[in-house]
């Protein structure tokens, strides 16, 4: 099949599934198929609906802003292409023949190295005291709280 750009997708209805085309290069009718093509999509389709200015039309001719159903996704400025049979009078490209080639033995490769982990030396543990045994600390909490200048006794 060989395609022809028709037009660019400028604008998309998401909640309705609806593509806004501009027809830019040529026309689209109901029953064409289309391929719409961008950096993220590449969607191929038959052309169920046309719309224009809310209107059900057959078919859009060059310069036309039609709406589209589509079944899937597509962004602004995405290509639309109309899906045409080769013509039969142009004979077809062929593809050149590519003679085979005796593959060489490459060196593999080293891939990244793996991460280990390494082992931390074991911490020393203090013997524990009984309670009666340890010092009483200042405060009670793991900090001392700062004193702040209105917390502090005033002298007369």
Do not use: C, W
Not at 16 to 27: E, H
Not at 55 to 62: F, I, K, L, M, T
């Amino acid at each position: 099949m060989e395609r022809k750009k028709v037009g660019e997708v400028f604008h998309f209805f998401g909640h309705i599934g609806v593509a806004a085309i501009k027809l830019t290069d040529g026309s689209l009718a109901v029953g064409d198929t289309v391929q719409i093509q961008g950096p993220t999509t590449n969607l191929e389709q038959l052309v169920d609906s046309l719309q224009v200015e809310h209107g059900a039309v057959s078919n859009a001719a060059q310069g036309q802003e039609v709406g589209m159903k589509v079944r899937d996704r597509v962004r602004e400025k995405d290509f639309v292409y109309k899906l045409v049979p080769p013509s039969e009078g142009a004979p077809a490209p062929k593809a050149p023949v590519k003679k085979p080639v005796a593959k060489k033995a490459l060196p593999k490769k080293a891939g990244p190295k793996k991460r280990t982990a390494k082992k931390r030396p074991a911490k020393k543990r203090r013997a524990k005291t009984p309670a009666k045994a340890r010092k009483a600390s200042r405060a009670p909490r793991k900090r001392a709280r700062p004193s702040s200048r209105k917390s502090r006794r005033r002298s007369r």
